[in-house]
């Protein structure tokens, strides 16, 4: 089976980082591994994900599962369980008020070992998208001008 996962600590509130990771819209300004997802984050909805590794091509998925602020995962592939791809979110806060952000994608079903084959490293991908998540949940929000 193959797998890829990324994990780090952003020093942010699971709110503030989850604010993120639900904001389809969003992704375009802060994430460089994702051009655009079409549909709304949420519990049930279907997705579409434009990633930049794999240009010119879409990637349906389901929000299978939605539980705020902890986790979340996305599911898509073939019909009847002949190949699937499960990517899961999962926010851990720590006793600091920071978060563990996990981000883990797996691939199974019957035609997963030939598909497998075929499937790039992402795993350079996956550091870059958690990397991004940290910068943006980190960064200073923007204060308003005041005019003299």
Same mark, same amino acid.
């Given at each position: ?7 780090? =600590? ?10 993120? $990771? ?20 949420? /519990?049930?909805?279907? $997705? ?15 929000? =299978? ?50 598909? /497998? ?7 350079? =991908? ?13 960064? /200073? ?6 005019? =003299?």
């Amino acid at each position: 089976m193959k797998r890829f996962s990324t994990s780090l =600590a952003i020093e942010a509130s699971p709110q503030a980082v989850w604010a993120l $990771l639900v904001d389809a819209a969003g992704y375009p300004a802060w994430n460089s591994t994702v051009a655009r997802i079409d549909g709304r984050i949420e /519990a049930g909805a279907t $997705l579409t994900v434009h990633a930049r590794i794999a240009a010119g091509r879409a990637f349906p998925v389901t929000v =299978a599962e939605f539980a705020p602020p902890r986790r979340m995962a996305w599911i898509g592939g073939m019909p009847l369980g002949l190949f699937a791809g499960v990517r899961i979110f999962t926010l851990e806060p720590n006793v600091d008020g920071a978060v563990r952000f996990t981000m883990e994608e797996t691939y199974g079903g019957l035609l997963a070992p030939l598909i /497998a084959r075929s499937i790039p490293d992402l795993q350079p =991908a996956f550091d870059a998208f958690a990397a991004d998540l940290k910068r943006r949940a980190e960064a /200073a929000p923007a204060r308003p001008r005041v005019e =003299a």
